[in-house]
Structures are given as C-alpha cells and as structure tokens.
C-alpha cells in the first residue's frame, strides 16, 4: 500500500490565516484544494510536506467576474464551474475545449485552476492553456500582492514563482476584441494526460493576426508559451500556407520525450498538426460574434 508520510493539517478560514500558517511554517508547507495532484505524488513519497494548509473554505477565492478588459478568475474556482461559466465560454472558448478533456469528472468537480498551475506539470492542460492566453497571476504574501505573466510564472517542470509564503490567488485573462481561441488534444483514452496538445489565441485586426499566443503541453517544459511562432503570426494575413509553416515552427521549437505514451518523433509530429487545426480554429472564431463560439463548443 502506497501512503503518505506524516504530516500535521491546518484548515485556513481566511486568506490572511492561511497566509500567516504558509509564513509560519515555511518551505515545509503545501497549500492544498482539490489535492489531485498532490495526495498522489505524496503517496508516492515524491512530495512530503510537514504540513497541509487546506484552503477549501476561502470562497474569496472561489469567482469568476469580468472588471474592465479582465477575466478575473479566482484560484480556488472549480474545474467544473470553469466549463459551466457562460462568461468563460463567451470569451474563452479555449477554456471550455481544455476543461472538456481534464480527466473525468470527480477531478474536475474538485480539482482547482490554482492547483492545476501551481503544479506546473509540463502535460498540464490549463497551463499551455493561460499561456496561449497570455495570462497574468496574482500571487500575494503577508506583504502583499504582485502580478506576473505566465511566462514568468512557470519557471521550469514544478516550479513557479510562488515563494515560500505566498500562494497563488487569482488568474487574469485580458478580453480583447476580434479575440479568437482554441485548444486541441490527443490522448490515449478519456481523461488521460495528453499525448500532446496545443493552444491558440490570437485576435484579428482588419485582416490580419494582430496579437498571438501558442502553447503547447506534454511536449517539454518550454512549450507552455513558443515566442517564435507568436512572432511568425503576428502581422500575418490567416492563410493555410500560414498554418503549415507555424505548425513547423511549432514542431522545431519543442522538445518531446520517449515515453509509454508515445515516441519523441511522434509527440513532434502531434505538435506542428496540433497547431496548424488550433490556429485555423482559432481564426474561424475571431471572425464570428462574442457568444457564438460558447454554443459552437
């Protein structure tokens, strides 16, 4: 039987608390929602903290508004509040393409959008996802908050910028307007870690791709955001040549491995066409009106 070491448990009643146990504690503590990811690699002895801040009943966390040209979405919000939210769907169809395929729904009725990232897996939907989005994290401390883009948040395979007492509280996606977006994946069966999969977003501005983002998962821990295809798109008029040569890039830019799932040269290959189908659905959405991608998916 596979069991955790032993730990202590702390149920935090308010982000201040919960702040003050990560302080108090230090590099020994692990904050943990939904716990799909964690309880397993603790099982596993791959994780052993000293103690749990278990941070369920902070419903601060727990929203999903729009103030200004921000999706605010918070880091406690529920895997399967994300695929319900008419909001989400409107303006992030790419959201609702990846909660679609997370594993099944006991997980995505408790996992979080704050665990998902936090966990910084290189095969984690939700992170190719907020990268492809070009999504900024809010990260706050007993000295307070700051705000960093993804890039900078995802600083290598389980690793972030959350420091030791700090947690992530909230995931801001900028709504733009001609935004299109969305997010294509190959598993083996339902529910399963990707095969590969990747993520488009990009706006449409008379004619051409005025902003781009691309991420990909499963395919190397520095494929979450590939600067050199958002370079090739930006200012270019949608074509399929266009997509052929991005799904290239794509491909050349990430560094799969050989594993149960698949070989390297295929996991390659899933990448670049991966791409070229996201892209083109991605242009497709920028040209129709706000809602109807919501219906689409």
């Known amino acids: 039987m596979q069991?955790?070491?032993s730990f202590d448990y702390q149920r935090a009643e308010s982000v201040d608390e919960a702040l003050e146990l990560l302080r108090r504690y230090g590099e020994e503590a692990r904050v943990v929602a939904g716990g799909h990811s964690l309880l397993p690699m603790m099982k596993l002895r791959l994780a052993a903290p000293e103690v749990l801040v278990d941070i369920n009943d902070l419903h601060e966390l727990d929203h999903i508004v729009l103030v200004g040209d921000e999706l605010r979405v918070g880091a406690l919000t529920r895997h399967r509040t994300l695929l319900e939210s008419e909001l989400v769907g409107r303006y992030f169809?790419?959201?609702h393409d990846a909660e679609k395929v997370i594993a099944d729904p006991p997980v995505r009725n408790r996992g979080t959008i704050g665990g998902s990232l936090c966990q910084a897996d290189p095969s984690e939907?939700?992170?190719a996802v907020c990268g492809a989005l070009h999504a900024h994290a809010v990260?706050?401390?007993t000295d307070?908050?700051?705000?960093v883009s993804m890039t900078d948040f995802h600083?290598?395979?389980y690793e972030t910028a959350v420091g030791v007492g700090e947690m992530l509280t909230e995931v801001r996606l900028p709504v733009l307007p001609g935004a299109g977006s969305a997010y294509e994946k190959v598993e083996r069966k339902a529910g399963d870690w990707a095969v590969a999969a990747a993520g488009v977003a990009l706006t449409l501005r008379e004619g051409r791709i005025a902003e781009a983002g691309v991420g990909l998962a499963a395919v190397g821990a520095g494929a979450l955001n590939l600067h050199a295809v958002q370079t090739l798109l930006n200012g270019s008029e949608p074509s399929e040549a266009l997509y052929e040569e991005a799904g290239r890039v794509a491909s050349d830019s990430c560094s799969p491995v050989t594993d149960g799932r698949g070989s390297a040269e295929y996991k390659r290959h899933l990448a670049g066409e991966l791409t070229r189908r996201a892209l083109r659905r991605a242009v497709a959405r920028a040209g129709?009106?706000?809602g109807s991608?919501?219906?689409e998916a």
């Open 139 to 141: 990260i706050r401390g």
């Open 288 to 290: 129709r009106p706000i």
């Open 125 to 127: 939907d939700l992170s």
């Open 93 to 95: 169809p790419i959201v």
């Open 155 to 157: 600083q290598g395979p």
């Open 3 to 5: 069991v955790p070491a």
């Open 144 to 147: 307070g908050e700051r705000i």
């Open 293 to 295: 991608t919501a219906r």
